[in-house]
């Protein structure tokens, strides 16, 4: 009974180091769907919230991008639009408010595929999101580009993908 | 008796090894059917105004995952298409195959030049206009059986044949 009871200590041992190496050393895969995730949250807002809150969580955001981070939108009925800048982003995400009243963003199915450096990665995920008092969900795959600047995994690219072909 | 036992009692009962014969087949059934709604019969929400009138904005469908594991889709199936995983899924019905020449003139989908049958529809849009295109060897044309509204505002076009994961169950009542 003892020597079962050491076996089960030691296994549960394994697995809180095991635990604790992911916490402490992520491979980096892990690393970028952290950041993609907290970049979603950063981008959701609910329709009361405060310009200092909005402020804070935009500044946040902003340290998720390279400075040069493009984003080409290409969706059905209407016209291809590009930002070609973080500031340029960021403003448009400050400006969000004044257009929808509250959004909530989620990423889903993150397929992510590293460079063979491990420096740049592709990602292609689903983005849902949910605009405030409309009752129709907003369903688009993206594909980011990924690279690792001074230590920091950063968005350069976002675009739309055509998941039907027109 | 103190609590301890008391709790024991009701977790395992008074005859652990009885407890856990009973215990055994309500474990495998309910992983049967976990991976049964998983993998074969995936249960699927429909959400928005695509597919009115087969399918009503928030009734709940069956997504029959090994449909095409032995034969291709059909034209006039319903089919599942993913998009970057099997979390959200856009419901489609199937109306052109790989090869065709496909298209939309003034409402009516056309196959290889003539005119497809499509009695599923209750809402034909007469100005739904696209340039004839040639399907790819793996490409399906989908589109919504809803055709209301303006052609822009209808997310159709040509699925790749990897992104087809099912076909929907049609059940009593559905066209």
């Excluded at chain 1, 050491?6 to 095991?18: F, K, P, R, T, V």
């Excluded at chain 2, 998983?38 to 009138?53: A, E, H, K, N």
């Excluded at chain 2, 100005?127 to 295109?133: A, F, L, R, T, V």
Aim: net charge positive; glycine share 8%.
């Amino acid at each position: 009974m003892k020597k079962l009871s050491n076996i089960i200590l030691l296994l549960a041992l394994a697995g809180l180091g095991y635990w604790l190496w992911t916490v402490f050393f992520p491979n980096p895969q892990q690393v970028i769907r952290n950041r993609l995730n907290k970049l979603a949250r950063l981008a959701s807002f609910s329709p009361g919230e405060g310009n200092i809150s909005r402020i804070s969580k935009i500044q946040r955001m902003g340290r998720l991008l390279a400075e040069d981070v493009q984003v080409i939108i290409d969706v059905p009925g209407t016209e291809i639009q590009t930002i070609k800048s973080r500031q340029e982003l960021m403003q448009a995400a400050m400006a969000a408010p004044r257009f929808a009243n509250g959004l909530k963003a989620e990423f889903l199915d993150m397929n992510i595929e590293l460079g063979s450096d491990t420096q740049s990665a592709i990602v292609d995920l689903t983005l849902k999101a949910k605009i405030g008092g409309e009752s129709d969900l907003i369903v688009q795959e993206l594909k980011f580009t990924m690279k690792k600047i001074n230590n920091d995994w950063l968005i350069t690219r976002v675009e739309t993908v055509k998941t039907l072909k027109p | 008796m103190g609590i301890l036992d008391w709790a024991r009692a009701i977790a395992i009962g008074r005859r652990p090894k009885r407890t856990l014969v009973r215990l055994v087949p309500v474990i495998v059934l309910g992983l049967i059917t976990v991976l049964f709604f998983r993998f074969v019969l995936t249960p699927v929400r429909i959400t928005g105004p695509s597919m009115i009138p087969t399918f009503q904005d928030g009734s709940i469908k069956f997504l029959n995952r090994l449909a095409y594991l032995r034969s291709e889709p059909k034209r006039g199936d319903i089919v599942g298409i993913r998009y970057s995983g099997n979390h959200v899924l856009l419901v489609k019905r199937v109306v052109g195959l790989p090869g065709e020449l496909v298209g939309f003139q003034y409402g009516r989908f056309y196959v290889n030049g003539k005119p497809l049958h499509e009695p599923y529809l209750n809402y034909p849009c007469a100005k739904w206009h696209s340039e004839p295109k040639t399907l790819g060897p793996n490409e399906y044309y989908v589109v919504g059986d809803n055709r209301s509204m303006p052609i822009d505002f209808h997310y159709q076009g040509a699925a790749d044949r990897r992104r087809i994961i099912g076909k929907i169950l049609l059940l009593h009542g559905d066209s």
